[in-house]
Each structure stands twice: as C-alpha cells, then as structure tokens.
C-alpha cells in the first residue's frame, strides 16, 4: 500500500465508524500559547477534551500535518523525523479503552491486512483493564509487556494539559533484524520493533506543576505514524525507502551526483536535505517565517542545517526549493495550500537559503579554525562568546555548531553562549529603554482600571494614585510632571500597535496635561502627563477627557489598517498575514509577510480596494467576550503568535463582512469616516516581510495639498499649462 492508499483508509475506516473527518489543522498551533509548534493529532481538539468547547461530534478522525522540535539532531539517522503526518481516531467522552483497542486492532489485522503474530503491545505498568481486553481480543500474553511512566505515559503537549496511560502497539521485523537477545521486546534499542500506533487514554489534565486532577470525561486520542505504516505495509526497515521518501532522496543524489547506498556518511546527508526541505515547504506554507526566535528560529534552524549538509555533499546555489519542490508536488493534492503558495514557499526558502550561503564559507572557514584551535585545548570546549559570534555574525544557529563541534569531538559552552545573547538583549533594551516611560510604582492595591474608552470620550473619575519619579505622593502642583491612575479612564493606554490617546484631567483645584498613556503590568492605565494648572490631590474627582481630534484620527488609521490587510490578501494571496502594525495620528505602518517588492500596479490597486471600500460607507460593528473558537469559526484573522484570552474582541467590517480581525482597539463607526487611503511607501523589512505606509483623512489631504502645490509650482517655473 502506499501512504496515500494508507491515509484513506485510515479514514475511511474510522468514517465508517461514525466518526468525523476533520482537517488538519495549522502546524502553528494558533489560540495555544502553551505549545510553539503542532506536534500531535490532539492539539486542536485539547478544548474538547478539557471540557472547554464542544466538539461537533464525539468521535473524530483526522490526518495531521506534525512537527517535532525535539527530534532535529538525530535527523539523518534511519528513524528520526521533524515533519510527519498523524492519522488518529479520537472519542471525546465516547468510547473508551476497549473500544480504541477494538477499532485499533481491527484496522491493523483487517483492514491493512498485517499479520496478528507480527503484532505486539504495550501497556502502562498498572493498567491490567487494558491488558483484559487486548488479552479477550486474542493477544497472547507473551505478546504484551508493561512498561513504566517515561513510554507508557503520554502528555501533556507543552508544559500543560491533557494526558493519560497509553497503549501501544508495535510491529516485529523479526528476529533475524534485531539484537538477539532472549528478552528483546518492544522499547529494546535494536531495530526488531517498530512503534505505529499510540493509544492514549486521556483522563487527567496535568497542571504546569506536575498536579494531575481528572477530566470532565475519560477521552480516547491514538496516533499513527504515517511514514512508519508505509515503511510496515511497504516491508522496508525505514520510511527512507517508501513511497513518501523516494522521489525526494532520488532527486537529492540527482543533484548532488552521489547514489544513495553506498556510503554511511553520505546517506545521512541526503537523508538530511531531504527531510528537511521537505518539512521547510510545510512549515513555510502554515506562515511560519524565518527569525531568530520561538517557531521562526526553528525554520531557520532547519533551513540552515539542510544548506549546510548539502553542502557536505558538493550542492550548491538553491537547492533546497528544488528539493522541496519535489516534496510539495507529492503531497499538493493532499495539502493544496503547498500548490496555492508554492511560488511565495519557494521564494522564501531560496531568500533564507542565499542570506546563508553568502556568510556559510565565512563561518565554517572560522569554525574550522576554531576547532583547530579547541581540539588542542585541555578542555575541548568551544567558548559561548566564538559559538555567538558565529551565530550573531554569520548566522550559525547554536545547534548547529554544537552538531559540528559534536563531530570533531568537542563541545560547546552553551551557558557562555546564553549569557552573551543575554548581553545583546540588554543593549537592546538599553537603547529601548531611553524612549519608554515607565512606571515603578505598585499598584496592586487597587483595583484594576475600568477601561470605558470604547463608547465614551470621557468621563468622571477619582485619582487613585499619584507618582512622580517612581515615589508616590498625595497631591503634586503646577509644573510637575506624574503619573496618575484613576478608577476608571475613557484614555486607550498603548497596546496592539495602537499609540496612547492623550488628553486632559481636570479638576475642581487644576489639570494634568496627559500626553501618553500605558498599561502597567498589574492592569491599571497610568496615565502620564505635566501639571498646567493649579494642584490635583488623590481621591479628588477629575473629569478624563481623551483628544476627541486626534483619537479620530488614529481610529481613521486603525480602520483603514483593516481595509488594508483585507485588500493586500485580495490582491497579494491570502498567504499574506499581518507580522506588525502602528497605528498612530498622522499615519498607519503595516508589516506583513510576502515575499517580493509589492509592484507600482499591486499598489495602486491596493489603494483602490481600501478606497471603494470606505465610499460604501461600511459599517463597523463589534462583539465582545466572544468565544474564541466562535470567532474563529467565523473566519476572523488573528496575529499568529499572539496570546487570546478564552474570549476575545472581534471587530467587523461591512455585512457582509470584507473584513473580520480579533482586536481591542478603538474604531470608527463607519468606515466613510476614513475619508481617503492614501499608500506612501513599501518596502522590505526583513526576509519576507514587506511594509507598507499610509495616511489617511486629513494626512492624506495634507499630502494631496502638497503634491499639487508641487505641480502648481512646477508647472509656473516651467511656464507649462497643468494637464502638460
Ligand atoms: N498524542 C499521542 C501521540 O502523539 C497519540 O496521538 O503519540
């Protein structure tokens, strides 16, 4: 069988079953902050097993796409995978361990046909229910063995969340394969068993601190590993040599001239660039963009062990897309986003992949040096200050180093490493630091601020606390400059690209000219400004009144940062997401992911999307504490990475809608109000990320007033009529 035939059915199996065909979701585990990467079939389901949602359907199947960070060294062996596909059957408080076991084993012996004597099982130590029913459907005793917590326990996915016992079963490549000796059982080191398929039976809900307490309803979750079911139906020892793999290794030793077979060294280099390109195609395709943090940084990671291993085999220019253009051609029709983004993929990875290979020969040039250097060393230690050079200088993720270091028998001191990334970020914020205003006073005495800036301009408060210099005191007079929280504010404090409203307090005995507003850690608004007249003391009542002028003119630009994401995913592909955002008075920046300059005709055609759209005078509407599942649903767009709380804020444009994003900024009532688009600038902001600039409202009549004084004053000097 090949994987596709296998992959259906698979789901037609658990169809047939009464369970729901659901689709993969995103490798980018959107709404879960707890996980950087999807690395199970479960990850999308976890609020129906929490009991936080409702699942359409008790019983669901899926294929899903999975990438595991943990695995990327060992790559290049026989056994290890970064990208895999997932097929699992779940029951959410629906069947239980007897009926997983059942409808396991009778996929297993029935529908794949593989022979019940090949199998064997695994349970959690003390689990003898399990045990009962693989025993009442035939399986031997023999055939069964217990293991402990480290393979018999799964979860949770990240620091927290569901987990249970599980249940394995494993295949037997026979004796003749393995290590020989007399209690070789699955989990033995040798190559005699195969792990496919993991029954999870999920009844707890494990805390970050390792507390387990019970799930609403016990939950079955299994997972079986594509590529090692192909290798089993394909009798091949690894999944290197079935169909998922062949055409990618085939086309790895075509460019590189090296037969794949020959060479214990050279076979894992193919078997790198291979897996590699392919799971960069996947990752690049679900929005992950290359950067030297969190998911970003593993694509980088990924993408620059691939360039460099190709390079071990004599590769050069881009062959990375090449390889990955293989990989995609086979799973389009099972991933159609690989086929829909295949330009902008693999544009993307030829950008990364040239970034590199101009500063690779530099590097390992140096590294080869250092080795040298270390290697007659006592220690033989690469210090963290030349493994962050190389990173910082020539873009050598740290693994990367340790890896090769590893192969000459040294290691790397990776605390040094930290410490000098450590010092990097410190003068990063140090020259933050100089254009932020802080606040170091503590304000957890209060309550928090009431925020009713969304529906009023202002309104009537009572100074809860006073600070000047980080020291808080009772009253402060003309002249001075403070920080000041109330128990409520109408003022937007600055979050989500969105810039401070300013304004003024006003007191019966003075006013505080307030010209920036933030929010302190603790919740509360504090707002920052210079006493103008008289005194203001705590507990007095003041009357917060936000700018009403230029709050509009930044809801003008918040607004029309909407219209605009809208309008580049109707002309550009719905490939581009929002990757940065300012929205201040006098003009809007918005950073986004694609991966080619932005044309004169795209731009212009951009502008007349936005600018249709506020003639028709579109209403913008808004829902708030919505469920953020519903909102999704509802196709709203969400920053990828950015934390949601369980209910969210999402704002709407038209009906129906041209636009639906989760925000909690403030807006206009009609998107007429915006007056006129009007795109300054685009440009390139990092590898495939473009920005573009505008104005809008009274901004863009100020440009337009400007332009045509230009060509006024032109067309007088040139003695020339307008139109010429
Ligand atoms: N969540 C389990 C695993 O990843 C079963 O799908 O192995």
Redesign the pocket.
Known sequence: MLSDQIRKAFLDYFQEKEHKLIASSSLIPHGDPTLLLTA???VQFKPFFMGEASPPETRLTTCQKCFRTTDIESVGDVDHLTFFE?L?NFSVGDYFKEGAIEHAWQFVTKRLGLPEEKLWITIYFDDDEAFGYWRKIGVPNERISRHGEKDNY??P?GDSGPCGPCSEIYYDFGKEVGCGKPDCIPGCDCDRFLEIW?L?FMQYDQDINGNRIPLPKPNI???MGLERMAAVMQDKLTFYDTDVFNHIIARVSELSGHSYGKDVKIDRAIRVVGEHSRSVAFLIGDGVLPTNEGRGYVLRRVLRRAALFGKTLGLEGSFISDIASVAMTKMGSVYPNLIENKDYILNLIDSEEEKFSQTLNTGLNLLDGIIEKVGAKEDKVISGKEVFKLYDTYGFPKELTAEVAADNGLSVDIGGFEKEMDKQRQRARQAQKSKEVTSGVDYTAFANTEFIGYDSLNCDAHILSIAADDRTQSSASKGERVSIVLDKTTFYAEKGGQVADTGVLIGKEGRVVIDDTRWAKTDHVVHYGKVSDGSVSVGHAVSAEVDVERRLHIARNHTATHLLQAALRDVLGTHVHQTGSLVDHDRLRFDFSHNAAVTNDELLMIQRHVNEKIRQNLEVTVEDNLQIEQAKAEGAMALFGEKYGETVRMLKVGDPAVSIELCGGTHLQRTGQIGILLITSESSVGAGIRRIEAVTGRGAEALVESRLAVVEALSQRMGAPLDE
């Open positions: 199970a079939g479960m997932m699992g799964w979860g996915a993991n999870v979750d299994t997972g």
